[in-house]
């Protein structure tokens, strides 16, 4: 299944259109089961949705949230936990029930078997309904680095050396960078209902080139989307630069 591809002039109209279809999901079904990446791409999508909620255009009261990682380590209070940028760049500012905002606890003491409680939570919320994923500089989706099962489920990993290069940026000191998460997996990726894919930038075009051409059993997790019913991908020109012509 190939996903559908739609590129636009710049990372602001990718934004806007990526939070537009969240917008539209969730006034077609308010109790949304939505799907949460954090990084860079999706802080102008949060911005849009915040943006929106404040001019009355949607309401989050209904839906609920799972995060698609968080870093082994990281406590909610911690700004280097995916809760804490989750709080800070959206949850904060809408009408979202706190209760119904899901990450892994990046704190357990047996972190394996929060993995395993975090996959029943999202069983028990009925699967995800609507994921929005980013892209890793080598293609992973959510935390799962090259060589990771399609049939795996939420479970603790080790980040790839090039996640930690291109993720450094975001830690004061390198010794307080993770280098272990609880992600979840391409199967429960998978199994979302709905997945929209946001990249911007020349040094996600390799990734981008990977999710439509990679070899989905060797090198790039992305390519594991292809196997989806229902994939968007919405770039800038500089991050489908790989792609011209075929797709
Ligand atoms: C992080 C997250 C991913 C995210 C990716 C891209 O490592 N675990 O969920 O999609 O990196 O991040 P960025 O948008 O900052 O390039």
Known sequence: MKPKLSIFDDAETVAERAA?????????KPDLVLGLPTGETPL????????????????????ATVNVDEYLGAG???????????????????????RRTHLPNG?????????????????????????????GVNGHI????PGSPHTSSTRVVTLAPATLAA???????????????????IATIL???????VAVGAAKAPAVQG????????????????????????????????LSGAC
């Not at 537009?20 to 077609?28: D, F, N, P, T």
């Not at 102008?44 to 839906?63: D, I, K, N, P, W």
């Not at 929060?114 to 999202?122: F, K």
């Not at 019913?229 to 790989?242: E, M, R």
């Open 20 to 28: 537009e279809s969240l917008i539209e999901a969730i006034r077609g």
């Open 211 to 242: 999710l439509f051409r990679g070899d989905p059993l060797s090198g790039c997790p992305a390519a594991a989307l292809r196997r989806h019913p229902n994939t968007t991908v919405i770039l800038d020109p500089s991050a489908a630069a790989g």
């Open 142 to 145: 959510a935390f799962n680095e």
């Open 191 to 197: 199994a979302a209902r709905r997945i929209v894919v």
């Open 76 to 98: 909610p209070e911690d700004p280097r936990s995916y809760a804490y940028y989750m709080r800070r760049h959206l949850f904060r500012h809408v009408d979202i029930d706190p």
């Open 107 to 135: 704190l357990a003491a047996d972190p394996d078997a929060e993995a395993r409680r975090y996959e029943a939570v999202i069983e028990g919320l009925g699967g995800i309904d609507c994921l929005l994923l980013g892209l």
């Open 44 to 63: 102008a999508v949060y911005r849009r949705l915040v943006a929106a909620f404040e001019a009355g255009r949607v309401s989050f009261r209904q839906l």
């Open 167 to 185: 993720n450094g940026r975001f830690f004061a000191r390198p010794e307080d960078q993770p280098i272990k998460a609880i992600t979840i997996g």
